[in-house]
Structure formats: C-alpha cells, structure tokens
C-alpha cells in the first residue's frame, strides 16, 4: 500500500505560478513511475505529466508542455510539478499518482489506467 501527500495547491492569478510536491509513504519510491492527474470542474480527470522511476522519460500532456515541469528525488521519495505561466483553464484537483504496476521502464505513464494509487488531491485555482 502506497500513501501519497500532496501539498503546494493554491491560489493564483493568470500568469503565477505554482509548485506541487508529493511524498510516498513507501521505501520503494525509486521503483515505480510517478505522475500528476488533473481534474477540472465538470471535465473528466486527465493524465498531466508521466515520469519514469528514474526520470529517464518524461511524458507531457499538449495542454501543458512548455509550461510545467515534472522532477523527481528518489532519495526524498517525492515527486515536483514545477507550474508556471497558469491560466484560468489549469484550474483544477490536482492528483500525485503512482505507477506501481506499470511495466513501461523506459517509457513514461500516459493513461490513468497506467496508475494504481493516487493521492487525495489539491485544489489549484487560477483567476483571470
């Protein structure tokens, strides 16, 4: 059983920017693929960012490329969403999820189906 805690979520403007942070309760941490799910108010949750577990591979969604970044510390067993440049639509509960199962090495998680546990989310709120 993995737990995973979320904390950086937050309010800002259009254009802030702002820093998530997901601790794995876990000494496996460096074993698995990580990742950042989103769910926007009255969407359906989408896959944000995939990292593989030794952050060899990186997946992005379109929506978020070139402003977000994903990094991860394995001797802190935590996961980073770097959000810059934010807009009203990145507004959302965002998820830290783990890949336990996930058998893609190489190749970063891109479906939600790709992750097994998830945290228990933070609000990220973005105003124009």
């Known amino acids: 059983q993995v737990q995973l805690v979320e904390s950086g979520g937050g309010s800002v403007q259009d254009g802030g920017s702002l820093r998530l942070a997901c601790t794995a309760s876990?000494?496996?941490?460096?074993?698995?693929?990580m990742g950042w799910l989103r769910q926007a108010p009255g969407k359906d949750r989408e896959v944000v960012t995939g990292i593989t577990k030794n952050g060899g591979d990186i997946y992005y969604a379109d929506s978020v490329k070139g402003r977000f970044t994903v990094s991860r510390d394995n001797a802190q067993n935590t996961v980073y969403l770097q959000m810059n440049t934010l807009k009203p639509e990145d507004t959302g509960v965002y998820y830290c999820a783990a890949a336990t199962t996930y058998r893609g090495t190489y190749i970063a998680p891109t479906q939600e189906y790709d992750f097994d546990y998830r945290g228990q989310g933070t609000q990220v709120t973005v105003s124009s």
């Open positions: 876990d000494g496996t941490f460096s074993d698995y693929a």
